[in-house]
């Protein structure tokens, strides 16, 4: 599959298959890499090369990346690593 440069229509995509396929994935984000520990619900709203974009119990929450995202399969690669670079 071709990588696609991180328009707003891929953003929603990713955004949609997380949101919808690994949930737990994006909670997880939330409470590791967004400092909320206690955080109940989480929602991927964006992402764009520079951060991922969360709603979390209903507020906004911006997660940084290391690097600036290329497209989507560096975007597709950075989320899988941070998932796995989680404790536990």
């Known amino acids: 599959m071709a990588a696609d440069p991180l328009t707003a229509a891929v953003s929603d995509r990713i955004c949609r298959h997380m949101n919808s396929d690994h949930a737990e994935a994006v909670l997880a984000y939330a409470r590791h890499y967004g400092g909320i520990a206690e955080a109940g619900q989480a929602r991927m709203v964006a992402v764009t090369p520079e951060a991922m974009e969360l709603e979390v ?32």
């Open 57 to 88: 119990d209903g507020t906004s929450l911006l997660i940084r990346f290391d690097h600036h995202l290329s497209d989507s399969e560096d975007a597709h690669r950075t989320l899988v690593a941070m998932l796995r670079a989680l404790p536990g």
